[in-house]
């Protein structure tokens, strides 16, 4: 049973730097892709950053130069740090990997 932990969200001002964890078990976690998604109120979930298990990222454009994904094979744990946050990056944050989800930890902005 594959399961998937997130922690590390909060309330930080524009700025500010926070970074997020996912601690995954039930799956071969050196050999996948994990990837983080975010919700925001009323809008759909999109697809924030992903890390291969060679270590190859991709991040969406609206993150670029702020966000970093890196993961630790030996903890089993993906994070995403994320520096120079803005309100608009204010949302859920999901890890994904092979279809499963955690249950999100919510990140706010705000001054």
């Known amino acids: 049973q594959v399961q998937l932990v997130e922690s590390g969200g909060g309330l930080v001002q524009p700025g500010g730097s926070l970074r997020l964890s996912c601690a995954a078990s039930?799956?071969?976690?050196?050999?996948?892709?994990i990837e983080w998604y975010r919700q925001a109120p009323r809008k759909e979930r999109e697809l924030v950053a992903g890390?291969?298990?060679?270590?190859?990222?991709n991040y969406a454009d609206s993150v670029k130069g702020r966000f970093t994904i890196s993961r630790d094979n030996a903890k089993r744990t993906v994070y995403l740090q994320m520096d120079s946050l803005k309100p608009e990056d204010t949302a859920v944050y999901y890890c994904s990997v092979g279809g499963n989800w955690g249950q999100g930890t919510q990140v706010t902005v705000s001054s």
């Open positions: 039930g799956i071969w976690f050196s050999f996948n892709v």
């Open positions: 890390i291969t298990g060679g270590g190859t990222t």
